[in-house]
């Protein structure tokens, strides 16, 4: 367990679907991340956030909304995804932007579009 | 960029064997940082080395950096069947608006090991 949990772990939508994944974390920390994981590519850094203010968007398509409600929630909400956007979703926190910090990850949501 | 390059690809070993890790990347860094991931799962952090540093220790892992190379290795000693898993280096990409302090990590394609028991 490493203190960020991710639900749901697996979701499967068509293409005209609207869903939302969910990311929280009980460490106290101030910066959220959201990562793409795709088979065969590296680790591709999505959004970040850091005390709820977002302070990247990696060019990431529209279809794809983040939302920072506090430091400790932070949810991805999609809608008219394509079938290239089927991969693992990851959640990251730490202690805040400072690189000196490790990032504590969520185990990830499998996402599945058809 | 300064992404991570690991090298191999693909390692397969015996149990009780030692897994050697290499990572190369491109621009000048202050901190590495290397992850382990199982499969489907999410990346747990393992150890950070700074660049003022040579050689750092954790349990059975052994991380070096050669700055001057541009490179980094993870060593992992007297493997056991539960080390198989994808191995990822990170370096940092400087956020220009945050004075260069703050900054994203990012990860290279991996090391994926397999300890055979």
């Known amino acids: 367990e490493t203190g960020v949990t991710q639900t749901p772990r697996h979701l499967v939508m068509g293409m005209t679907n609207k869903k939302s994944l969910k990311c929280e974390q009980h460490?106290?920390?101030?910066?959220m991340y959201w990562y793409k994981q795709s088979a065969k590519k590296p680790l591709e850094l999505m959004f970040v956030?850091?005390?709820?203010?977002?302070?990247e968007n990696n060019s990431v398509p529209s279809r794809f909304s983040p939302e920072c409600p506090n430091s400790s929630h932070l949810f991805l909400h999609l809608h008219t995804l394509q079938p290239e956007d089927s991969a693992l979703y990851l959640c990251?926190?730490?202690?805040?932007?400072?690189?000196?910090?490790?990032?504590?990850f969520g185990p990830g949501t499998r996402l599945t579009v058809t | 960029s300064q992404q991570g390059e690991e090298d191999p690809q693909a390692l397969s070993i015996q149990e009780g064997e030692n897994a050697t890790m290499n990572c190369s990347y491109k621009?000048?860094?202050?901190?590495l940082q290397w992850y382990r991931q199982n499969s489907g799962r999410g990346l747990v952090h393992l150890i950070l080395?700074?660049?003022?540093?040579r050689e750092k220790h954790s349990g059975r892992l052994r991380v070096t950096l050669d700055t001057s190379k541009k490179s980094s290795s993870l060593l992992i000693t007297a493997s056991r069947a539960a080390d198989t898993a994808s191995y990822f280096c990170?370096?940092?990409?400087?956020?220009?608006?945050?004075?260069?302090?703050?900054?994203?990590?990012?990860f290279g394609k991996g090391t994926k090991l397999s300890v055979k028991p």
């Open positions: 990251a926190s730490s202690q805040d932007l400072s690189q000196f910090y490790e990032q504590y």
């Open positions: 460490l106290g920390h101030n910066a």
């Open positions: 956030y850091n005390f709820k203010e977002q302070t």
């Open positions: 621009t000048s860094i202050n901190n």
């Open positions: 080395i700074r660049s003022n540093e």
């Open positions: 990170a370096t940092v990409a400087s956020l220009l608006n945050y004075g260069g302090s703050q900054g994203n990590l990012i």
